[in-house]
């Protein structure tokens, strides 16, 4: 039922999380309509006058996604030239790297935009992923594209500074990710593990280089980082920290994740259990403050999205609130591990025809999915209540903070659940 975002878009939104990179689509301008309007909305690098400054070829009034605007000419006679008259206008800007990714259709023609590139003398502005990524899944392409740009950096080996860290795994498309990676610093610190870099998700190509230094990588969702963190450990050496619980999603999973890096790294996770336990005081107080104490006690609820998060979600639904999976559907791309672990906690729960079942076989409580799957079974009846866990997710305007990821992340789902329909 649900329409899963592919490799191609990966590709795209992975360029688009560095501060200072840009994704060029080689392709027909119907390929860039959706994906400058998605970038934007996952991560917003919006300055003013941009308007003015970006009414040029290639770009059209609109900063982000710029595009090569092939036609049928060029899928007969090769787009080359279109390639190189671009490059002079993409590398005009000192702050920016471009990352060209062919649209599917320009990836059967074969041209090669490298040697384009480097035949213009722009291989310090600019670079391609040649391969086509559109069959593959979306986290893995999102990965496979933040480790080509990081190959492509290439930063000089550094020296390790002790007590330092990388985190990885946290894709620009996940609900809030500015707030979830502001909550994993903090975490982090109270820790007095130092966060160097974040690719993936909002670093620039400065902090790539400065990368190199950490101590540890740690991981959020495995299936957004695999590849890079085997890169950082062949390359430099530094090591992944990754918890067998899944994402830091829901209190239990965020405790587990900072006591696996804790004990990994030689440092205490004390004060991030007592920030737990505090917020989960509260949480107890406003439950049994409130008309709807046992509101969700044995609901049922159906889950769709990353594996490494919907492992640790049905975990913590079910012990911590009690309430009973239906339907569980994990997304393309996570690796054997995570779908074993879902597979024995669902068995462990009396839940086990629950994975992969139809999601719209019954109404249902409580959905857990994308934004655009929790609104459109919560609009057409198949659920009391969509709860958005990710992307795509475009209807709301957000201002107040609303992650999955971390305790902010426990707090936000928490709200959605307690709050009336």
């Not at 067998?244 to 006591?259: I, L, S, T």
């Not at 719209?360 to 609104?375: C, I, P, W």
Request: aromatic letters at 10%.
């Amino acid at each position: 039922m649900t329409i899963h975002p592919d490799g191609f878009t990966g590709a795209l939104m992975a360029v688009e999380s560095f501060r200072d990179g840009r994704a060029v689509l080689h392709g027909p301008g119907g390929c860039r309509g959706y994906h400058c309007f998605v970038a934007p909305k996952c991560y917003s690098k919006a300055g003013h006058g941009d308007y003015e400054k970006y009414s040029v070829p290639y770009f059209f009034g609109h900063p982000r996604v710029p595009c090569t605007y092939m036609d049928e000419e060029d899928y007969i006679h090769g787009s080359g030239s279109k390639i190189e008259e671009s490059l002079p206008v993409l590398c005009s800007e000192n702050d920016v790297f471009n990352v060209f990714i062919r649209s599917p259709g320009a990836a059967l023609i074969g041209d090669n935009i490298s040697d384009a590139i480097e035949r213009a003398g722009c291989s310090g502005k600019a670079m391609a992923v040649e391969e086509s990524l559109i069959s593959q899944p979306f986290s893995s392409s999102y990965d496979h594209t933040v480790r080509k740009v990081i190959q492509w950096l290439d930063p000089e080996k550094k020296d390790t500074i002790p007590g330092t860290v990388n985190i990885l795994g946290l894709p620009i498309t996940s609900n809030d990710w500015e707030s979830a990676l502001e909550d994993l610093r903090h975490l982090l610190d109270l820790m007095g593990l130092k966060v160097i870099s974040s690719p993936g998700a909002g670093c620039s190509s400065l902090d790539v280089k400065e990368s190199v230094a950490a101590e540890f990588n740690v991981i959020v969702s495995s299936e957004y980082c695999a590849r890079t963190a085997v890169y950082y450990e062949e390359r430099y050496g530094i090591p992944a920290i990754s918890c067998d619980c899944g994402a830091p999603v829901g209190f239990d999973a965020v405790r587990e994740w900072a006591e696996t890096i804790a004990s990994r790294v030689g440092k205490s996770a004390v004060l991030v259990e007592e920030l737990i336990r505090d917020r989960k005081e509260m949480v107890f107080r406003h439950i049994k403050g409130s008309l709807y104490t046992n509101k969700v006690k044995c609901n049922d609820f159906v889950a769709m999205g990353d594996g490494s998060v919907i492992l640790p979600l049905i975990g913590w639904l079910y012990d911590y609130l009690g309430m009973v999976p239906a339907s569980v559907t994990p997304s393309p791309g996570g690796d054997d591990s995570t779908a074993s672990r879902i597979r024995s906690l669902l068995k462990s729960m009396g839940s086990e025809d629950a994975l992969h079942s139809d999601p719209q076989s019954g109404r249902t409580d409580f959905v857990f999915a994308d934004g655009h799957t929790a609104e459109s079974l919560e609009m057409t009846g198949h659920c009391r209540k969509g709860v958005d866990i990710g992307f795509p997710s475009l209807a709301r305007t957000r201002f107040l903070p609303r992650p999955i990821y971390g305790i902010s992340g426990a707090m936000y789902l928490l709200d959605e659940i307690f709050s009336r329909e």
